[in-house]
């Protein structure tokens, strides 16, 4: 039974083009996340959400909008896909501050 | 702002060596400080954390050290085996967000 499962794995995709990243999390937490991971390994966050309220918006640019129809599903949606946003692509979730996150999966995302 | 510096970048020892791995933070106000583990095209995950009103933390093979004075942190690793291989990130947490920053992560290889 996965606690943070996204969908999907991979993503293969041409420039310009729009596409959503699915992420669920059966462990009942309050707190959601995404972080870009690059190519360098560098894991930055992107945004957060607290039962369904947007707390961490980091300096991303607007092509990218979350969206949390509830407190158990943070999904990404991209815009005009451009080649820098090739990455993997993790969502989280932990109980809230001073916990530790589970991890989904992540989905590896390629522009071509 | 809120910086995390990891080092080394990468580490390699032999098996039964110990391993360490620094960490420094900016923020003052962070209180909870995790390590991940993240082996080849997997998830980071949790291996232990520390919170800033313990200074050590111990779990077999493993242990967590924080100076709070100098915001340091560090993993330490003893009988290291070819499974310890993989990347190492620190991170560190304050506020009432829960956001997690990251250091660059560590690239640990245990030779056989």
């Known amino acids: 039974d996965t606690a943070v499962s996204q969908t999907p794995k991979y993503l293969v995709t041409q420039m310009g083009n729009d596409k959503s990243i699915k992420c669920e999390q059966n462990?009942?937490?309050?707190?959601m996340y995404w972080y870009k991971q690059d190519s360098k390994k560098f894991l930055k966050i992107m945004f957060s959400y607290n039962n369904k309220e947007l707390i961490i918006n980091e300096t991303v640019p607007n092509r990218f909008s979350p969206k949390s129809p509830d407190k158990a599903h943070l999904n990404l949606h991209i815009n005009s896909l451009e080649l820098g946003d090739s990455a993997v692509y993790f969502c989280?979730?932990?109980?809230?501050?001073?916990?530790?996150?589970?991890f989904g999966s992540g989905t590896r995302l390629t522009v071509v | 702002g809120e910086n995390v510096e990891q080092h080394p970048s990468t580490l390699s020892v032999q098996e039964g060596d110990s391993a360490v791995i620094k960490c420094t933070y900016s923020d003052s106000a962070s209180n909870y400080f995790p390590w991940y583990k993240q082996e080849l095209g997997k998830r980071p995950q949790l291996i232990i954390d520390?919170?800033?009103?313990?200074g050590e933390k111990k779990d077999q093979r493993i242990a967590v050290t924080l100076n709070k004075t100098a915001k340091h942190f560090s993993l330490h690793i003893t009988e290291t085996q070819p499974e310890d291989s993989a990347v190492y990130f620190c991170?560190?947490?304050?506020?009432?967000?829960?956001?997690?920053?990251f250091g660059q992560g560590t690239t640990l290889q245990v030779k056989p």
């Open positions: 989280a979730s932990s109980l809230g501050q001073g916990e530790g996150y589970t």
């Open positions: 991170a560190a947490s304050g506020g009432n967000t829960g956001k997690l920053i």
């Open positions: 520390i919170r800033s009103n313990v």
């Open positions: 462990l009942g937490h309050d707190t």
